[in-house]
């Protein structure tokens, strides 16, 4: 190891040491939150999805942002369902009058989500 390596790792500095855990090893930033440095995704694939929703180190633990946006748009989809139901119980005259519309706009994200992604 040469003296500069020394010196890098000198630098660096760790708050802790790394934590292993089921899934992945965490290891403490300079801000005291652990960070993810490694998965095991050979368990996380054997385990399964749902075993390990709420284990710490998914996506679902990582930002409560997450979950409180799931909410939201649970609630959207559950208003728009009871407008739907309640509002407008005639289906045919939904298909006849909103369908078109919501066709074409399906139709023009389909075109613009290629390009978009051709982007990166």
């Known amino acids: 190891m040469s ?3 020394e010196a890098d790792d000198a ?3 760790r708050v802790a040491e790394p934590r292993k855990g089921m899934l992945h090893t965490t290891l403490a930033g300079v801000s005291g939150k652990p960070k993810i440095i490694h998965y095991n995704f050979k368990k996380l694939i054997n ?10 180190g998914t996506v679902f633990n990582l930002d409560r942002n997450l979950w409180i946006n799931m909410a939201k748009y649970m609630v ?3 208003l728009a369902a009871l407008m ?4 407008n119980p005639d289906i045919e005259d939904f298909a006849a009058n909103s369908m078109p519309n919501i066709n074409r ?3 023009n994200l389909q075109r613009f989500c290629p390009f978009l992604f051709g982007l990166f």
């Open 11 to 13: 630098a660096i500095g």
């Open 3 to 5: 003296i500069k390596d």
């Open 84 to 87: 739907l139901t309640f509002l």
């Open 76 to 78: 959207l989809h559950a």
């Open 105 to 107: 706009a399906t139709e």
């Open 47 to 56: 385990i399964g999805p749902f075993a390990t929703l709420l284990m710490t």
